[in-house]
């Protein structure tokens, strides 16, 4: 399909406001300036020409809204619509972000505030934090956020740390946002798929600042050494980080607060069902515990005891701007509708039904593919193709055949621990049918895969494109239209 | 049960074949001491009543003032058909392009969102966004530092005052050196920063159009600071990128922009787009997703996400950045307003921005004791002295609807007489008019 740059025709109309009176030389040195038409290298195409190319280019997407996403730890679940409608309120989108940094701060925006400031309290609450920053705009940047957070807790103690302990089961954000802020990153062994408390303290000493965790883990694994965890670390003044990417599996039955975590970082984009956009906008908020209140972002929103809002940049101890001001609000006001939508049980409801719906698919599939660490697993659980990839067909063949059958691939390129694994997250929102197409269409391509591999190793055929030259790309290093 | 499709036969069935007798026997591994002290949530409630609740808090807010607020979010018109088309579910409810072959759409969005903000910057290469403009500006900082292995950096005082803020959050526990040359009022000191430019520096950063609104060329700087083999940043504005001298003809050799002005909504802060570009030598330093173009197994044209060697999932505590999601829809949004506009339309959005601006500043020097920072030329946003408090301007004229601007005296010493005044195409010349009346008022 060809690019928009090449549907280009100069002189052809799209949206264009109306003709200044002047040209711009005549406000601005011409030296200043770039020349004329044609200059930007931006195509000029019909308001129509526009419409028809992205129409075509969404119809060579995959989207939860068309296809069964059962992506390992990315909680692809189904996103309401009517939030769509509640951002776009033009109280909210209309909105400029300084209007409560003027005098009498506050009073243009009090829906606004009172969005973040509820925002934070169900967040406190679901999680069992003493206090939490809407500002980081991704879970990374959460987990940058966190680990600053840590930072500046062991510096205002006097402590000297100079490391941070990473299991070899985490995201590799984990390990990066530490390293970003300045640590030393230590990597631990995982046991039976799990954080073994006599391999914790063999790496635990004086200078580590904190251990990240994902609980339940990225093998689907519950944590159930955590008490042990919680004390080893006590005794070094080492904090527990927790990486909310898995949050779905344990509303109302867990709140990671009261089990002993310091930080946590969600990501709305998962557990509060707001949509990922391709690649995003997401959101990360952080919640802390009370030992680290004093050193959360600023601004922070405050109710006051009249019942109005505003924001306080008073707090001496503050790490300061993560954002340039209060985070994807957009995203966070479709968390918040979310949230009040579902409530108590229906926030319950959804980790029970996402754990129901992926020990249903680990049984399904149990006889078919290999099942490393085969017990009762959380909202996600993962396989291996080792068998299959002994004969020649490998994870990576059997993800692309299942995305001929319409299905989007399960995680393959994680967890590095395990060999051609296969991760799977259904969430809450499929329905037992489209569950059942799924182990159906994988036992299809895991029995072609004995009869005839070739045929698995060639997929996928139906879709815009066959099998990508990835190699090509990274040689070759075409990354615009121009090169 | 809201959103969730299983019946209690279907639960039935799915505990039978799992073998266990309850839900609740799916959470055994959590032990006693590990569940929650309390879970007290309000009930849920139908959408019907939370969409009321929500209409109600956005009539709380007071998004129709007539706001000639800018300071880096910039109040422009945005084509129905960006909402249209970045609201498709394909879209929208997608995730990141793991699958290439299956994510074609956001793939080559992402391709031809890269080639447009390269050529707007004039620019060789751009990744896929970054979370916003003020981490798009440390993100380059780290680039120039593992570039150079240096750690000094040197930094306008014109550049958004918000971002230095973050900067310093930002590198509290790194070994970094930041330098601030303030400028000589609204103007950026070229000559200051080239004289703070040396062997040890590791990068300049400026902002065009600067902070209050001046347009300067950094040409001479790039070159200074070429010569002692530094690199040089540019935080830009992209609507007034449409008519100005490139980053890339200055000499920069990276460029990034708060991307909000191409098609975003205000929406109180956020989300927001990070637009990263950079010269061809320094793409292997740039952190975040990137699309490259490639072939198929039939030799036919398809794009997915390379140079992954930099990023988190393959070199973990070593990558260039912690950055893993982009603002994908965002860059979705940029990428569809810009060819909604094309060149024509964008050319004359900005050259609309620059007239109705210089008209507002007329009017409002004409006040007494009202003057003019900029000595130099200025785009859509310029800086005025009052007779009085910015802050107390501001105030009296919210009172009746309109907000006169961004008051300095919160950022910069000695200037909290000084407003900064920013006017988009959708400012027309009646609600100056009125706006000067106003302040002409209460002087």
């Given at each position: 399909?060809?690019?928009?740059?090449?549907?280009?025709?100069?002189?052809?109309?799209?949206?264009?406001?109306?003709?200044?009176?002047?040209?711009?030389?005549?406000?601005?040195?011409?030296?200043?300036?770039?020349?004329?038409?044609?200059?930007?290298?931006?195509?000029?195409?019909?308001?129509?020409?526009?419409?028809?190319?992205?129409?075509?280019?969404?119809?060579?997407n995959f989207g939860v809204d068309s296809n069964f996403y059962p992506l390992g730890s990315c909680t692809m679940k189904y996103n309401p619509k009517?939030?769509?409608?509640?951002?776009?309120?033009?109280?909210?989108?209309?909105?400029?972000?300084?209007?409560?940094?003027?005098?009498?701060?506050?009073?243009?925006?009090?829906?606004?505030?009172?969005?973040?400031?509820?925002?934070?309290?169900?967040?406190?609450?679901i999680?069992?934090?003493?206090?939490?920053?809407?500002?980081?705009?991704?879970g990374?940047?959460?987990?940058?956020?966190?680990?600053?957070?840590?930072?500046?807790?062991?510096?205002?103690?006097?402590?000297?740390?100079?490391?941070?302990?990473?299991p070899d089961s985490a995201h590799g954000t984990n390990?990066?946002?530490?390293?970003?802020?300045?640590?030393?990153?230590?990597?631990?062994?995982s046991k039976d798929g799990i954080v073994?408390?006599?391999?914790?303290?063999?790496?635990?000493?004086?200078?580590?600042?904190?251990?990240?965790m994902t609980c339940p883990n990225t093998l689907g694994l519950f944590e159930r050494h955590l008490?042990?965890?919680?004390?080893?670390?006590?005794?070094?003044?080492?904090?527990?980080?927790y990486d909310g990417a898995n949050l779905n599996a344990i509303m109302g039955k867990m709140r990671v607060?009261?089990a002993?975590?310091?930080?946590?970082?969600l990501n709305l984009h998962k557990t509060f069902g707001t949509p990922h956009g391709g690649g995003?906008?997401g959101?990360?908020?952080?919640?802390?515990?009370?030992?680290?209140?004093?050193?959360?972002?600023?601004?922070?929103?405050?109710?006051?005891?009249?019942?109005?809002?505003?924001?306080?940049?008073?707090?001496?101890?503050?790490?300061?701007?993560?954002?340039?001001?209060?985070?994807?609000?957009?995203?966070?006001?479709?968390a918040?509708?979310y949230m009040?939508r579902l409530?108590r049980e229906g926030l319950i409801r959804v980790s029970e039904n996402a754990v129901l719906s992926a020990n249903y698919l680990r049984k399904r599939l149990e006889d078919y593919l290999e099942i490393p660490y085969n017990r009762t697993c959380m909202h996600e659980f993962v396989a291996s193709a080792v068998q299959q990839a002994a004969k020649g067909v490998r994870a990576l063949d059997i993800a692309k055949a299942l995305l001929d059958k319409g299905t989007h691939a399960p995680t393959i390129y994680f967890p590095l621990i395990v060999k051609e694994c296969i991760m799977v997250e259904p969430t809450e929102t499929e329905s037992k049918e489209t569950l059942d197409r799924f182990v159906d269409d994988l036992i299809e391509i895991l029995t072609r895969a004995e009869s005839d591999p070739?045929s698995v190793q060639a997929a996928p055929t139906t879709l815009?494109?066959?099998r990508?030259?990835?190699?090509?790309?990274?040689?070759?290093?075409?990354?615009?239209?121009?090169? | 049960m809201p959103y969730i499709p299983h019946t209690p036969e279907d639960v039935r069935e799915m505990l039978a074949v799992i073998g266990a007798a309850s839900v609740e026997d799916l959470f055994t591994e959590i032990g006693?001491?590990m569940r929650p002290?309390?879970f007290?949530?309000?009930?849920g409630?139908?959408?019907?009543?939370?969409?009321?609740?929500?209409?109600?808090?956005?009539?709380?807010?007071?998004?129709?003032?007539?706001?000639?607020?800018?300071?880096?979010?910039?109040?422009?018109?945005?084509?129905?058909?960006?909402?249209?088309?970045?609201?498709?579910g394909e879209?929208y409810t997608a995730y990141t392009p793991y699958q290439p072959e299956a994510s074609?759409?956001t793939?080559?969005?992402?391709?031809?969102?890269?080639?447009?903000?390269?050529?707007?910057?004039?620019?060789?290469?751009?990744?896929?966004?970054?979370?916003?403009?003020?981490?798009?500006?440390?993100?380059?900082?780290?680039?120039?530092?593992?570039?150079?292995?240096?750690?000094?950096?040197?930094?306008?005082?014109?550049?958004?005052?918000?971002?230095?803020?973050?900067?310093?959050?930002?590198?509290?526990?790194?070994?970094?050196?930041?330098?601030?040359?303030?400028?000589?009022?609204?103007?950026?000191?070229?000559?200051?920063?080239?004289?703070?430019?040396?062997?040890?520096?590791?990068?300049?950063?400026?902002?065009?159009?600067?902070?209050?609104?001046?347009?300067?060329?950094?040409?001479?700087?790039?070159?200074?600071?070429?010569?002692?083999?530094?690199?040089?940043?540019?935080?830009?504005?992209?609507?007034?990128?449409?008519?100005?001298?490139?980053?890339?003809?200055?000499?920069?050799?990276?460029?990034?922009?708060?991307?909000?002005?191409?098609?975003?909504?205000?929406?109180?802060?956020?989300?927001?787009?990070?637009?990263?570009?950079?010269?061809?030598?320094?793409?292997?330093?740039?952190?975040?997703?990137?699309?490259?173009?490639?072939?198929?197994?039939?030799?036919?044209?398809?794009?997915?996400?390379?140079?992954?060697?930099?990023?988190?999932h393959?070199?973990?505590?070593?990558?260039?950045?912690?950055?893993c999601s982009?603002?994908?829809?965002?860059?979705?949004?940029?990428?569809?307003?810009?060819?909604?506009?094309?060149?024509?339309?964008?050319?004359?959005?900005?050259?609309?921005?620059?007239?109705?601006?210089?008209?507002?500043?007329?009017?409002?020097?004409?006040?007494?004791?009202?003057?003019?920072?900029?000595?130099?030329?200025?785009?859509?946003?310029?800086?005025?002295?009052?007779?009085?408090?910015?802050?107390?301007?501001?105030?009296?004229?919210?009172?009746?609807?309109?907000?006169?601007?961004?008051?300095?005296?919160?950022?910069?010493?000695?200037?909290?007489?000084?407003?900064?005044?920013?006017?988009?195409?959708?400012?027309?010349?009646?609600?100056?008019?009125?706006?000067?009346?106003?302040?002409?008022?209460?002087?």
């Amino acid at each position: 399909m060809k690019t928009v740059f090449a549907k280009s025709r100069p002189g052809r109309e799209g949206v264009w406001p109306e003709q200044p009176a002047q040209d711009v030389s005549a406000y601005i040195d011409p030296a200043l300036l770039r020349g004329g038409a044609g200059t930007t290298g931006l195509p000029d195409l019909s308001e129509l020409d526009t419409v028809r190319h992205f129409t075509e280019l969404s119809r060579k997407n995959f989207g939860v809204d068309s296809n069964f996403y059962p992506l390992g730890s990315c909680t692809m679940k189904y996103n309401p619509k009517f939030t769509e409608y509640v951002a776009a309120l033009p109280g909210f989108a209309g909105l400029h972000p300084v209007l409560p940094q003027l005098k009498g701060a506050g009073r243009f925006c009090q829906g606004a505030l009172e969005v973040m400031h509820e925002s934070e309290r169900l967040l406190c609450e679901i999680t069992g934090m003493a206090g939490f920053t809407l500002h980081p705009m991704a879970g990374a940047h959460g987990e940058l956020t966190g680990v600053m957070l840590i930072a500046a807790y062991h510096r205002d103690k006097g402590n000297k740390k100079t490391k941070i302990i990473c299991p070899d089961s985490a995201h590799g954000t984990n390990p990066a946002s530490a390293a970003l802020a300045g640590y030393e990153v230590v990597t631990i062994e995982s046991k039976d798929g799990i954080v073994d408390p006599a391999v914790l303290r063999a790496a635990l000493d004086d200078e580590v600042a904190a251990l990240m965790m994902t609980c339940p883990n990225t093998l689907g694994l519950f944590e159930r050494h955590l008490p042990e965890i919680v004390a080893a670390l006590k005794e070094v003044d080492a904090l527990l980080y927790y990486d909310g990417a898995n949050l779905n599996a344990i509303m109302g039955k867990m709140r990671v607060g009261d089990a002993g975590f310091d930080v946590v970082h969600l990501n709305l984009h998962k557990t509060f069902g707001t949509p990922h956009g391709g690649g995003g906008p997401g959101s990360g908020p952080v919640g802390v515990s009370q030992r680290l209140l004093d050193y959360l972002p600023i601004s922070r929103v405050v109710k006051l005891e009249d019942g109005q809002y505003f924001l306080d940049y008073d707090y001496p101890k503050s790490i300061g701007y993560v954002a340039p001001f209060y985070g994807n609000f957009g995203v966070v006001l479709k968390a918040y509708a979310y949230m009040l939508r579902l409530g108590r049980e229906g926030l319950i409801r959804v980790s029970e039904n996402a754990v129901l719906s992926a020990n249903y698919l680990r049984k399904r599939l149990e006889d078919y593919l290999e099942i490393p660490y085969n017990r009762t697993c959380m909202h996600e659980f993962v396989a291996s193709a080792v068998q299959q990839a002994a004969k020649g067909v490998r994870a990576l063949d059997i993800a692309k055949a299942l995305l001929d059958k319409g299905t989007h691939a399960p995680t393959i390129y994680f967890p590095l621990i395990v060999k051609e694994c296969i991760m799977v997250e259904p969430t809450e929102t499929e329905s037992k049918e489209t569950l059942d197409r799924f182990v159906d269409d994988l036992i299809e391509i895991l029995t072609r895969a004995e009869s005839d591999p070739a045929s698995v190793q060639a997929a996928p055929t139906t879709l815009p494109v066959t099998r990508l030259d990835e190699t090509l790309a990274a040689r070759g290093m075409v990354l615009t239209d121009d090169m | 049960m809201p959103y969730i499709p299983h019946t209690p036969e279907d639960v039935r069935e799915m505990l039978a074949v799992i073998g266990a007798a309850s839900v609740e026997d799916l959470f055994t591994e959590i032990g006693p001491d590990m569940r929650p002290k309390r879970f007290d949530l309000p009930k849920g409630r139908s959408e019907m009543a939370v969409v009321k609740h929500m209409e109600h808090l956005s009539a709380r807010n007071r998004s129709d003032l007539v706001c000639f607020i800018g300071a880096g979010v910039y109040d422009h018109y945005i084509p129905h058909a960006v909402d249209a088309l970045t609201s498709r579910g394909e879209f929208y409810t997608a995730y990141t392009p793991y699958q290439p072959e299956a994510s074609q759409g956001t793939l080559q969005a992402i391709f031809e969102y890269q080639t447009a903000v390269t050529r707007l910057l004039g620019m060789d290469c751009a990744n896929a966004s970054v979370y916003d403009g003020g981490t798009a500006l440390f993100e380059a900082i780290m680039m120039a530092v593992r570039a150079t292995k240096r750690t000094r950096v040197v930094v306008s005082g014109t550049v958004n005052p918000i971002y230095r803020t973050m900067l310093a959050s930002y590198t509290c526990n790194l070994n970094l050196e930041f330098v601030n040359v303030p400028g000589r009022g609204a103007e950026t000191d070229i000559e200051a920063l080239k004289a703070a430019v040396d062997e040890k520096t590791a990068a300049v950063i400026v902002q065009n159009p600067n902070f209050f609104g001046s347009i300067e060329d950094c040409t001479d700087l790039f070159a200074h600071a070429k010569s002692k083999k530094a690199l040089s940043i540019v935080s830009a504005y992209p609507v007034m990128q449409a008519i100005l001298k490139t980053p890339g003809a200055m000499g920069a050799d990276v460029a990034v922009a708060e991307g909000q002005s191409l098609g975003m909504p205000m929406s109180f802060g956020g989300p927001y787009l990070g637009i990263m570009t950079c010269t061809k030598d320094m793409v292997r330093q740039m952190p975040g997703r990137i699309v490259g173009r490639t072939k198929d197994t039939k030799g036919r044209t398809g794009y997915v996400l390379t140079l992954q060697a930099r990023e988190q999932h393959i070199r973990r505590q070593k990558a260039t950045s912690n950055i893993c999601s982009n603002q994908a829809l965002c860059a979705m949004r940029a990428l569809v307003h810009m060819c909604l506009l094309g060149d024509e339309g964008l050319r004359r959005t900005a050259a609309l921005c620059v007239e109705r601006a210089h008209y507002a500043a007329k009017r409002l020097t004409e006040l007494p004791g009202v003057t003019l920072l900029n000595k130099g030329s200025f785009g859509n946003e310029f800086a005025i002295r009052l007779p009085m408090s910015a802050l107390e301007a501001i105030d009296k004229l919210s009172a009746k609807g309109f907000v006169p601007g961004f008051p300095l005296g919160r950022y910069y010493q000695g200037m909290d007489d000084v407003l900064l005044v920013a006017v988009t195409e959708r400012r027309t010349r009646e609600e100056i008019g009125v706006m000067a009346e106003l302040l002409g008022g209460i002087l």
